[in-house]
């Protein structure tokens, strides 16, 4: 006899998953505040989940919080500071629930106009928050309740970048198709610039991320 391929759930598992997933819903509907745990933009369908809406999320579900930096570069000649960071939640039991990553760069749109070398903790902090996000919506299955990339919203507010350009989000999904196909750094720059024109992702707009995207997709 072939062994099964797949651990089918019972009618009992299923409901209990169902039951799970509502009782997140109705706390985050009873218990988030705008402006606080998550933040709106008119022209987005889905709220943007905020850093402390993540940790309501996982003291709900009784989660350790673990942060590891995975790659780092800190050039201090050149100014430019970036770091991949990957955040794992375990249960009360230490098993791994979920895990998360992030990255943050001091080339970003938000701190072209500060000194670098005044942001590089800032640019930690938010590879950090990013991964958990990432992380706990996972955990969550709430993705489809809040957009993944927490600063997306906050990087609009604070520097007014208009709707038009590309968010934070889709340079995040492109730099992880790129590093699934195994492209450098510089392969990917050469790549978006034969897509869009475009030398600096800075001037990518959403029509030319999702170009860019799509591209990828079927390289």
């Not at 006899?1 to 089918?8: G, L, V």
């Not at 991949?84 to 009360?92: A, I, P, Q, R």
């Not at 230490?94 to 701190?111: A, D, H, P, T």
Request: proline share 1%; glycine share 6%.
């Amino acid at each position: 006899m072939e062994k099964e391929m797949f651990n089918f759930l019972t009618e009992e598992d299923i409901k209990n998953e169902i039951n799970s997933y509502q009782l997140i819903v109705n706390y985050i509907k009873e218990n988030f505040k705008d402006g606080e745990d998550y933040g709106k933009i008119a022209e987005y369908p889905k709220p943007s989940l905020l850093k402390s809406g993540a940790e309501k999320l996982c003291s709900l579900l009784n989660l350790s919080v673990q942060v590891e930096i995975l790659e780092k570069i800190e050039d201090f000649k050149e100014g430019i500071f970036h770091y991949v960071c990957k955040c794992t939640l375990k249960n009360s039991l230490g098993n791994i629930v979920s895990e998360g990553l992030g990255s943050c760069n001091s080339r970003e749109s938000k701190f072209l106009n500060q000194n670098p070398y005044g942001v590089a903790n800032t640019v930690l902090k938010l590879s950090k928050k990013r991964a958990l996000v990432d992380a706990i919506l996972t955990a969550t299955r709430t993705s489809g309740m809040f957009t993944q990339d927490i600063e997306e919203l906050d990087e609009l507010i604070s520097t007014n970048i208009k709707v038009n350009l590309a968010t934070a989000s889709q340079k995040a999904f492109i730099a992880k198709l790129a590093k699934d196909k195994g492209m450098s750094e510089t392969q990917l720059m050469d790549f978006t610039k034969k897509v869009t024109g475009k030398e600096k992702s800075k001037d990518w707009t959403k029509d030319d991320a999702a170009k860019i995207i799509k591209t990828l997709k079927n390289k």
